[in-house]
């Protein structure tokens, strides 16, 4: 049972335009949700956060935007550079108090053209 | 810098070791995680350890056991390695209370093949 869902594996997008990765999610009760970047042979970086109670965080070119009646979860990147090429996982948190357990997307390879 | 140090990037063992994946972290975090990455499947929480001497199961715990002697340091242990566990591990951490918002850091990975 995925409970966190990112339907494209992949996406190519030219150098300058906007890259826009997608996420779903079932559970009404997830807390934050958060993305990752990760290149080969690295682990995953923190890029972004978003409280259940906001609907728009940005930071830089960086932008989620939370669509909670459609459970849907969007980072945006504007411009796209050749560094932004890696794979991105949303991940969501349940509402519990101090640990907290993500629950990871399957990822999506995004590749940005020079 | 903030550190969450994975002793080996490679192993290759055979089926039936015994394999210690070790993990240290640098920042007195709290929390600190255990994950294995495959294609399709995304990131997979093994165990986890929110104290010293304290651990609970993930989502996949099963074939993998662990341990947390000291704060900093949280160890992963396959007890008889199968084909099946070769993956990506990573070791995240993060401090008690604050990991929702700033996220976990990880490790490098160690990338283990059981041959």
């Known amino acids: 049972d995925q409970q966190v869902k990112q339907n494209s594996p992949s996406l190519s997008v030219q150098e300058g335009r906007i890259s826009i990765l997608n996420c779903d999610y079932t559970?009404?009760?997830?807390?934050?949700f958060l993305w990752y970047k990760k290149y080969p042979a690295e682990g995953p970086t923190f890029l972004i956060s978003?409280?259940?109670?906001?609907d728009k965080n940005e930071d830089g070119r960086f932008t989620v935007f939370l669509n909670k009646s459609a459970k849907h979860l969007s980072l945006h990147i504007v411009p796209s550079q050749p560094g932004d090429s890696a794979v991105y996982f949303c991940?969501?948190?349940?509402?519990?108090?101090?640990?907290?357990?993500?629950?990871f997307g399957t990822g999506t390879r995004l590749k940005v053209l020079a | 810098d903030v550190k969450v140090t994975q002793s080996s990037r490679y192993l290759v063992k055979r089926t039936g070791e015994k394999v210690f994946l070790e993990c240290v972290q640098d920042?007195?975090?709290?929390?600190m995680f255990w994950y294995r990455q495959d294609p399709g499947l995304g990131l997979r929480l093994i165990y986890f350890?929110?104290?010293?001497?304290?651990?609970e199961k993930g989502d996949i715990p099963e074939g993998y056991s662990v341990s947390r002697e000291k704060k900093e340091r949280f160890s992963l242990i396959l007890e008889s390695a199968s084909t099946n566990q070769t993956s990506m591990y990573l070791c995240?951490?993060?401090?008690?209370?604050?990991?929702?918002?700033?996220?976990?850091?990880f490790g490098s990975g160690t990338r283990l093949t059981v041959v």
């Open positions: 995240a951490s993060s401090p008690h209370g604050q990991g929702a918002r700033y996220g976990y850091t």
């Open positions: 559970n009404s009760m997830f807390d934050y």
């Open positions: 978003i409280s259940s109670i906001k």
């Open positions: 991940a969501a948190t349940p509402p519990t108090s101090g640990t907290y357990k993500y629950i």
């Open positions: 920042m007195d975090h709290e929390n």
């Open positions: 350890s929110y104290d010293v001497k304290m651990k």
